[in-house]
């Protein structure tokens, strides 16, 4: 019988090594594609996947276990629960109006919002300043008010000098920069990596340290070539999957 093919993962030695494994399978399972098979290779073959003992790949077997996200049976084997939830996709699909709809649909509390410095390495993107505005939300499910993403906007002061705070409760950034600000936006680069969530990440997404994260960058660009925005917004890795629509 087929068996499942989870992730590859570069172990870090200073960390528990069983909660490095367990969070590394979890992602695996939560990301899984619809047709992958249920059954999970077996100890012994996840522990040298994994490099680790098979002590530790029972410990981390044993925390997945207890989430519901696998069942264990004797001499049958192990498997991933069925109902074990998929994450949304982030979709980058060519035009303004599908990353507006990507990002509605979401309750939104923004948590701060002033002039901050410019981050060192977005100084290539804001020649001459010094200061932008920044503004940081939590943005979650409207249904269960589970916080999903953590967004972070850094915008340029002649931009954000016309955008009403309150909007931002409201509606997404690309919306307020081309509907209520008046920006001609002509195109908007995307960047989405791996990482794991730090403190200040996982304290606000309601997850695990180090849990999978995606973490997704936006420059948005005006008709005269200029950056006015970028963002930087850490998805929960058990909710959210990456898409990516080529047309020939």
């Known amino acids: 019988m087929t068996t499942f093919a ?32 249920l059954r999970l290779p077996t100890e012994d073959a996840l522990a040298a996947h994994y490099g680790v003992s098979v002590l530790t790949m029972r410990q981390a077997l044993k925390e997945l276990e207890a989430e519901g996200l696998i069942s264990r049976h004797r001499r049958r084997g ?19 109006d599908t990353i507006v709809a990507q990002q509605s649909g979401m309750s939104t509390e923004l948590l701060a919002h002033g002039p901050t410095p410019v981050p060192p390495e977005l100084a290539t993107h804001f020649p001459g300043l010094s200061e932008v505005a ?8 409207e249904a269960t008010g589970e916080p999903t993403n953590h967004a972070h906007n850094y915008v340029h002061p ?22 209520a600000v008046g920006v001609r936006i002509s195109r908007i680069t995307d960047t989405v990596e791996a990482r794991l969530a730090d403190p200040e990440t996982a ?9 999978p994260i995606l973490h997704y960058t936006g420059l948005t ?28």
């Open 158 to 179: 002649d931009v954000a000098a016309r955008i009403d705070p309150a909007d931002l409760q409201r509606w997404p950034m690309t919306k307020i920069l081309r509907d």
């Open 78 to 96: 192990t498997f991933i629960e069925p109902s074990a939830r998929r994450g949304s996709p982030v979709r980058l699909l060519g035009s303004v």
């Open 203 to 211: 304290r606000l997404l309601e997850v695990p340290l180090l849990s």
């Open 6 to 37: 989870p992730d590859s993962l570069a172990l870090n030695r200073k960390l528990p090594l069983w909660y490095q494994v367990s969070q590394s399978l979890r992602a695996s399972i939560l990301g899984r594609s619809p047709e992958a098979p």
């Open 134 to 141: 920044g503004y940081r939300r939590l943005r979650g499910d």
């Open 221 to 248: 660009y005006d008709a005269d070539g200029r950056v006015v925005d970028v963002a930087r917004i850490h998805y929960r890795g058990d909710r959210f999957s990456f898409t990516v629509s080529l047309d020939a």
